[in-house]
């Protein structure tokens, strides 16, 4: 499979399966006023201040078959997890968690308190308040996670390294593709691939803005 | 009211209601069915405390309340019902209106009670009800604060609730749309046979709209009952200043033989004897009076009255601020420079040439004058 096919459906699967958990943990901080929020909070963004090869050194040293969360998962997925794609789709979780929480969490928190009280009064039971009243509200956010997400995904460069390796067609990335032609002076295969991320980052960019702004217009 | 939108016929709700943190709340309140029930006090004093614990959003550390034989909450036996369990209509201070839903559908929310198939016909009713017809599609954003209220209204009422609450409702729209809207639920709420709780800081929204009162402080009720009663009489000088009342003095009273006798304002006011029900006071007590500005009498040269005689005082205008019709006066007694609110029309201060620094001389009706325990 191409870098590029291997990016996007890296990022793929890291968005369908980051979005449902971005959702949830979002919601939690949101609302929730738990003693440790604070801690919790340091921890799933913990990835934005992280240097990814700290952050992909523990991950690797986490999956690989000595450890004990390694040996489960490989016991798991009938393989070891480190230099797979698999293992590389994890990773991207761990990586892009703060991207999927955030646009969640500020999302929910948009959400006047009175408006959720109001759909209790009128007889919605909480379950029938998140998908009537809260979800709607914030779809606009959970496309900017998704957006977000699946953006940086794709260029994610350090952790991917560090867990994936660089095996062609398995977890060689559009990112690691680039580097491996800059290392080989392949200038030309290079520059079509920035411009290909380039425009990608740009256009996710509008619309996380462009959603932003139809939000604001709503309230 | 159509057939189909009327409410179920629900008993007398019971509060009771105390705790120590994270403030101090000691409320007792009854309101009976189709009984208007104005929850007041200052900022702070526990009134939309009370409103949420009735509407099942707050939790109490003991407390008892109930709807007839209904029992929401009750400490003692560890009942609490969810605010879904109640069958509570609450319009909220900003309306909390579901942004992405039209007018229908925002009151459609309120009616998971009644079959699927009904929904849509009833809520249009209850909007028509709330005066909002030919709106029913427009969003939340689109519509005036007036509007907004309105749509709100029709969606508690849509739930068909036990109990009816209202959170500063009208604080949210301009005088002229409050007026409108106090019509309209003068007008809605005949027909509604479920107690009703209006919580306000707007005294005159109170006498306008409630029938009974309690006056919150503190987290406390100071007094209730009904309107006219609690207003003309309160029980001390706290309370009627916390109901607005200004013309509040601290006197010395003397029993005089048929009645009573104030040291007021350098002379001597003359009240009939307290019936034997109310409170009386000692010869000699110092006593806090309320002067009811309806109980002033403006004396007027041009065409003096019998009423004059009756407790004059000599007093001159040391303010005056033209509100709309009235005027606003503020005399001040020439003996002992105490301040006396008075409200005149506007034509007839003119045609009495009643301006600033002008002599006024006026009486104060016996009637009007309400004696409470003096505070220290």
């Known amino acids: ?204 960019l509008v619309i996380v803005r462009v959603a932003g702004m139809q939000q604001r217009r709503i309230r | 009211m159509k057939k189909s939108a009327t409410l179920s016929n629900n008993g007398a709700l019971q509060v009771r209601l105390t705790q120590q943190t994270p403030f101090a709340l000691n409320v007792s309140l009854q309101c009976a069915r189709g009984e208007l029930l104005a929850l007041t006090g200052p900022s702070g004093s526990g009134k939309t405390t009370v409103l949420r614990s009735i509407a099942g959003l707050n939790h109490t550390a003991s407390g008892y309340i109930a709807v007839n034989d209904r029992v929401w909450q009750d400490t003692e036996t560890g009942q609490f019902q969810t605010a879904q369990q109640r069958r509570v209509g609450l319009v909220f201070q900003q309306y909390a209106l579901f942004p992405h839903l039209d007018a229908l559908d925002n009151v459609q929310t309120a009616m998971s009670h009644v079959a699927r198939a009904k929904r849509k016909q009833r809520a249009q009713e209850w909007l028509t009800l709330a005066n909002m017809d030919g709106l029913q599609h427009q969003m939340p954003h689109q519509l005036s604060g007036g509007q907004r209220q309105r749509v709100a209204l029709a969606r508690a009422l849509a739930r068909e609730p036990d109990v009816l609450l209202l959170d500063e409702p009208f604080s949210a729209v301009d005088q002229l749309t409050r007026e409108k809207l106090y019509r309209e639920l003068a007008q809605i709420r005949s027909t509604l046979a479920v107690p009703m709780i209006l919580v306000t800081h707007d005294m005159l929204e109170v006498q306008q709209l409630a029938d009974t009162l309690c006056l919150m402080h503190h987290g406390s009720t100071l007094q209730s009952g009904e309107v006219e009663n609690v207003m003309q009489r309160p029980l001390n000088a706290r309370i009627a200043r916390l109901l607005g009342h200004k013309n509040v003095f601290s006197v010395k009273f003397t029993n005089h033989g048929v009645g009573g006798r104030l040291h007021a304002f350098g002379t001597c006011l003359d009240i009939p004897k307290p019936a034997s029900s109310q409170w009386i006071p000692a010869d000699g007590d110092q006593v806090d009076i309320l002067v009811d500005p309806s109980a002033i009498i403006m004396h007027r040269p041009d065409k003096p009255s019998n009423g004059e005689r009756e407790n004059p005082i000599s007093t001159v205008v040391a303010e005056s601020v033209c509100l709309g019709n009235d005027v606003a006066l503020k005399l001040k007694v020439e003996s002992t420079g105490e301040s006396i609110a008075f409200r005149l029309s506007r034509h007839v201060a003119k045609r009495n040439s009643v301006t600033l620094n002008s002599q006024l001389n006026v009486s104060l009706l016996a009637e009007g004058i309400h004696l409470m325990p003096h505070l220290a």
């Not at chain 1, 990022?11 to 949101?30: C, S």
């Not at chain 1, 390294?161 to 660089?166: C, E, K, S, T, Y």
Request: overall charge negative; some cysteine.
């Open chain 1, 1 to 204: 499979m191409s870098p590029f096919w291997l990016s996007l459906k890296l990022a793929f699967w890291t968005t369908i399966l980051l979005i449902p958990i971005g959702l949830m943990i979002g919601r939690f901080l949101a609302y929730s006023d738990v003693r440790g929020r604070a801690w919790l909070e340091a921890l799933v963004y913990l990835p934005l201040v992280l240097p990814p090869t700290v952050l992909g050194y523990y991950m690797l040293v986490t999956l690989s078959p000595n450890h004990v969360v390694g040996q489960s998962l490989s016991f798991v997925f009938n393989e070891p997890l480190v230099f797979s794609f698999e293992g590389l789709v994890l990773a991207s979780l761990v990586v892009n968690l703060p991207f999927a929480v955030q646009p969640c969490q500020q999302a929910f928190s948009a959400i006047a308190t009175d408006t959720r009280e109001a759909a209790w009064v009128s007889g919605l039971s909480a379950t029938k308040t998140f998908a009537r009243i809260e979800l709607p509200q914030c779809w606009l956010g959970v496309l900017c996670a998704a957006t977000l997400t699946f953006a940086h995904t794709l260029g994610e460069f350090g952790v991917v390294l560090m867990v994936g390796g660089n095996i062609a067609g398995e977890t060689r990335t559009l990112s690691i593709a680039i580097y491996d032609s800059v290392q080989a002076f392949d200038m030309p295969a290079a520059s079509g691939m920035t411009v290909a991320l380039l425009i990608f980052s740009i256009l996710a």
